[in-house]
């Protein structure tokens, strides 16, 4: 024993001391440049000590996981929303459901601000803040039968605070929604190859959900090995595909991807949860972890250097070219999903808690996942940071602001302090077999950059630099749509337990007239938005796109809101501070930056300002980027209203529920005696699961006398 203990202490002090050479190296090199695989230590050491340390302490000294406790997945099994599933493949689902566009290019654009900013927001921010909110919701939505995020808002706050709580999360959902819907349109439209690897992921995965139910019930291992050898498969054929005359089939016009993706929401919505969506998710999960996997792999091995400074001078003026406002609050509402994200909330109340089997593998899946999709966000800093900076803000500047021509580009990057030649930045488009780089916003472009420039340098030299960049194009696109069909199932249960306040029969998620019309009333809605955006580039969910960020981050005050209430009310006063810290801050930034966004003097942050600039401009005849004509004019004017007063709701909508919660938690405080909770009772639970992916000896041990009929 003591050997065995004296073996972890080492173990563990290695760890700490390897993350911290990481963070030391980072945070002191100035003026040169430092190996990216610095950034790679100072990450898995971090996420590897918050891991076995403060979400351990957390779920045994805080919430107190009960591992005798029936979960809902146990006691309302019903075959369609509620079914115990394997850890593994749960594990599976819930990482693809939560990592969607942010972690991927949220922090490619936050680059602008330097790479240091960034990576400890990433990792500080997920340890304490978006890992730990993300189970705590998990832990009490399994506590109160899958409940959603706004649900227990209502029943714990109050009707008051919880339907703005209802209205807000529902509100922002379906915005999430329809961005990571045009996110995916923009990457497959023109795809042959993204299309039909992406399309074949669908059949496969219903054959390993059949698999799993039917033909080999429980083997996880046969059913991984047959997925992701099918998925290669699938990988392999893309490209053949896109080379042969099938391409024409899978060449898809944006409309038409759109009607697809609507239709494929809808189904998945509804469709048993164990048909398609958890072993799609879980599949895709290999796809993920793989890439990421092989991109750190690839760092370590070429040893690419960080180009982008540690800190650039936009962080302080607010004038970058990629997007406007200073490091605070900006760079945090950037990153978005990285770090902290209300959307996972919603798939944290939404699906997996209808499918977790023990309460004890709550931390490595409510925790690990977000560990998992931070290391996502932080590998894709790194590329956004290997690259020449020249190249990435000739990448993600705006058309009218560096012109569209490599000259113009190149004088223009000059003006921001940085240098990259006309020949160069035809150099690297014909690299990646590409007629232009310049101004590809919206930071996919520049992942896929980035993933090449390492891939190549490890496999197939700079020959295979096209090869790695449409393969990481595609790659973004199976990353962001695994989220887009959790989100429809997640929204439907939202809406279902919204309307279940007015008509009951609602509030059974797996009743088929309010499963099917709920599940068409979420489609039909996000799907609009993407339909219009898709026809008018200025319409639409474009118009909503400026509020993504900080909508998401709002989302977030709310589920930090309601675990903090929720802390509180439980009898886990002393606690509270673990979710109510986080949610100061979250508050502190988001609210800060809906201020500006609707206040502020500067065109390119306030809305309302930008609004004015062009009113005077339509007065005075002018047209103005990123308008083409006096209608474009008319369309901006109309979407900086919309966003400047969208903006301004959400705000209010959320310091109405913060103050709500806080008069319900001084009432506790007050009178514990008097405070109702909605938690379910207790019901013995009959089935044997370990806690995490590796089962201890206790639980191997537990396991084969569940077998045997006995007792360990």
Same mark, same amino acid.
């Given at each position: 024993?003591r050997?065995?203990n004296?073996?972890t202490i080492?173990?563990? @002090?290695?760890v700490a001391?390897?993350g911290a050479?990481?963070w030391?190296?980072?945070a002191?090199?100035?003026?040169?440049?430092?190996s990216a695989?610095?950034?790679?230590?100072?990450a898995?050491?971090s996420?590897a000590?918050?891991y076995r340390?403060?979400?351990?302490f957390?779920?045994?000294r805080?919430?107190?996981?009960?591992?005798?406790r029936?979960?809902?997945?146990?006691?309302?099994?019903d075959g369609v929303?509620?079914?115990?599933?394997?850890?593994?493949?749960?594990l599976?689902?819930h990482?693809?459901?939560?990592?969607?566009?942010?972690p991927l290019?949220?922090?490619?654009?936050?680059?602008?601000?330097?790479y240091l900013?960034?990576t400890?927001w990433?990792i500080v921010?997920?340890?304490?803040?978006?890992?730990?909110?993300?189970?705590?919701v998990l832990?009490?939505? @399994?506590?109160?039968?899958g409940k959603?995020?706004g /649900?227990?808002a209502?029943?714990?706050?109050?009707?008051f605070?919880g339907?703005?709580?209802?209205?807000?999360?529902?509100?922002i959902m379906?915005i999430?929604?329809?961005?990571l819907a045009l996110?995916?349109?923009?990457?497959?439209? /023109?795809?042959?190859w993204?299309?039909?690897?992406i399309?074949?992921t669908?059949?496969?995965a219903?054959?390993m959900g059949?698999y799993?139910?039917?033909?080999?019930?429980?083997?996880v291992?046969?059913?991984s090995?047959?997925?992701?050898?099918l998925?290669?498969?699938?990988?392999v054929?893309?490209?053949?595909?896109?080379e042969?005359?099938?391409a024409d089939?899978f060449?898809?016009?944006?409309?038409t991807l759109?009607i697809?993706?609507?239709?494929?929401?809808?189904?998945a919505s509804?469709?048993?949860v164990?048909?398609?969506?958890a072993?799609r998710?879980?599949?895709s999960?290999?796809m993920?972890?793989?890439t990421i996997g092989?991109l750190?792999l690839?760092?370590?091995?070429?040893?690419?250097?960080?180009?982008m400074d540690?800190?650039?001078a936009f962080?302080?003026r607010?004038?970058?070219p990629?997007?406007?406002?200073?490091?605070?609050?900006?760079v945090?509402?950037?990153?978005?999903?990285?770090?902290?994200?209300?959307f996972?909330a919603?798939?944290?109340?939404g699906?997996?808690?209808k499918?977790?089997?023990k309460?004890?593998?709550?931390?490595m899946?409510?925790?690990?996942?977000m560990l998992?999709?931070?290391f996502?966000a932080?590998?894709?800093?790194?590329?956004?940071s290997?690259?020449?900076p020249?190249?990435y803000f000739?990448m993600?500047?705006?058309?009218?602001?560096?012109?569209?021509?490599v /000259?113009?580009?190149s004088?223009?990057v000059?003006h921001?302090?940085y240098r990259?030649?006309p020949?160069q930045l035809?150099?690297a488009?014909k690299?990646?077999?590409e007629?232009?780089?310049?101004?590809?916003?919206?930071?996919?472009?520049?992942?896929?950059?980035?993933?090449?420039?390492?891939f190549s340098?490890?496999?197939?030299g700079a020959?295979?630099?096209a090869f790695?960049?449409?393969?990481?194009?595609?790659f973004e696109a199976l990353?962001?749509? @695994?989220?887009?069909?959790?989100?429809?199932?997640?929204?439907?249960?939202?809406? /279902?337990?919204?309307?279940?306040?007015v008509?009951?029969?609602?509030r059974?998620v797996?009743?088929?007239?309010?499963m099917?019309?709920?599940?068409?009333a979420v489609?039909?809605?996000?799907?609009y938005?993407?339909?219009?955006g898709?026809h008018?580039p200025?319409g639409g969910i474009?118009q909503?796109?400026p509020v993504?960020?900080?909508?998401n981050q709002?989302?977030a005050?709310?589920?930090?809101t309601v675990?903090?209430?929720?802390l509180?009310?439980?009898g886990r006063?002393?606690?509270?501070?673990?979710?109510g810290v986080p949610?100061?801050?979250d508050?502190?930034?988001?609210l800060?930056?809906s201020?500006?966004?609707?206040?502020?003097?500067?065109?390119?942050?306030?809305f309302?300002?930008q609004?004015?600039?062009y009113?005077?401009?339509?007065?005075a005849g002018?047209i103005?980027?990123p308008?083409?004509?006096?209608?474009?004019m008319?369309?901006?004017v @109309?979407?900086s209203t919309v966003?400047?007063?969208?903006?301004?709701a959400?705000?209010?909508?959320?310091?109405v529920?913060?103050?709500?919660a806080?008069?319900?938690c001084?009432?506790h405080v007050r009178?514990?005696?008097a405070?109702?909770?909605?938690?379910?009772p207790h019901?013995?639970?009959a089935i044997?699961?370990p806690?995490g992916?590796i089962?201890?000896?206790?639980?191997k041990?537990?396991l084969?006398?569940?077998?045997r009929?006995?007792?360990?």
């Open positions: 024993m050997a065995a004296t073996r080492v173990i563990w @002090t290695a001391l390897i050479a990481g030391t190296l980072l002191l090199s100035r003026g040169e440049e430092v695989a610095w950034m790679v230590a100072a898995l050491g996420y000590i918050g340390f403060y979400a351990r957390i779920t045994t805080v919430l107190r996981v009960d591992r005798t029936a979960t809902p997945a146990e006691r309302l099994n929303d509620f079914h115990p599933t394997d850890r593994r493949v749960l599976g689902h990482f693809a459901a939560i990592a969607g566009a942010g290019v949220g922090p490619v654009l936050a680059a602008q601000m330097g900013p960034g400890i990433i921010g997920v340890i304490f803040a978006g890992a730990v909110q993300d189970m705590v832990f009490f939505s @399994t506590r109160r039968d959603s995020l /649900q227990m209502r029943e714990e706050i109050g009707p605070g339907a703005a709580a209802l209205l807000a999360a529902f509100a379906i999430l929604l329809g961005v996110v995916i349109v923009n990457a497959l439209a /023109q795809s042959p993204g299309t039909f690897s399309a074949m669908i059949p496969i219903l054959l059949l799993l139910r039917v033909l080999r019930p429980g083997r291992t046969e059913v090995l047959i997925g992701v050898g998925l290669l498969i699938a990988l054929s893309g490209r053949w595909v896109a042969s005359s099938w089939a060449t898809l016009q944006p409309k759109v697809w993706l609507v239709a494929y929401g809808f189904i509804v469709l048993p164990w048909t398609l969506l072993p998710d879980y599949l999960t290999f993920k972890t793989g092989l750190a690839g760092v370590v091995v070429a040893l690419p250097n960080l180009k540690a800190v650039t962080a302080g607010g004038d970058g990629v997007f406007a406002g200073s490091l605070f609050p900006f945090f509402i950037t990153i978005a999903c990285g770090a902290l994200s209300g996972h919603l798939i944290s109340s699906t997996t808690p499918m977790v089997q309460e004890t593998q709550i931390r899946i409510g925790y690990g996942s998992m999709e931070s996502v932080v590998m894709a800093l790194v590329a956004a290997v690259i020449d020249g190249l000739a993600n500047a705006p058309a009218g602001v560096i012109g569209d021509t /000259q113009s580009a004088q223009a000059a921001f302090g990259i030649s020949d035809a150099a488009a690299a990646v077999e007629q232009t780089l310049l101004s590809r916003t919206g930071g996919a472009p520049t992942l896929a950059v980035g993933v090449a420039d390492i340098k490890v496999v197939g020959g295979m630099k790695w960049y449409h393969f990481a194009i595609m990353f962001i749509l @695994t989220a887009l069909d959790a989100g429809t199932r997640v929204g439907r249960f939202m809406l /279902q337990d919204m309307l279940g306040n008509f009951k029969p609602f059974r797996s009743w088929k007239p309010g099917l019309l709920c599940g068409a489609v039909a809605l996000w799907g938005f993407l339909w219009v898709v008018e200025l474009n909503l796109f993504f960020g900080i909508a709002l989302l005050a709310v589920a930090l675990c903090t209430t929720l509180v009310k439980s006063l002393k606690w509270a501070w673990i979710t949610l100061a801050w508050a502190t930034v988001t800060t930056a201020w500006q966004k609707v206040f502020s003097g500067d065109p390119r942050v306030g309302f300002t609004r004015s600039v009113e005077d401009a339509i007065a002018k103005l980027p308008a083409k004509t006096t209608g474009d008319h369309t901006v @109309t979407n966003d400047g007063v969208l903006s301004a959400l705000a209010l909508l959320i310091v529920v913060i103050a709500d806080a008069r319900v001084i009432r009178k514990p005696d405070t109702l909770l909605s938690e379910a019901v013995t639970s044997v699961a806690a992916l089962a201890s000896k206790e639980e041990a537990e084969a006398a569940a077998q009929g006995g007792t360990p």
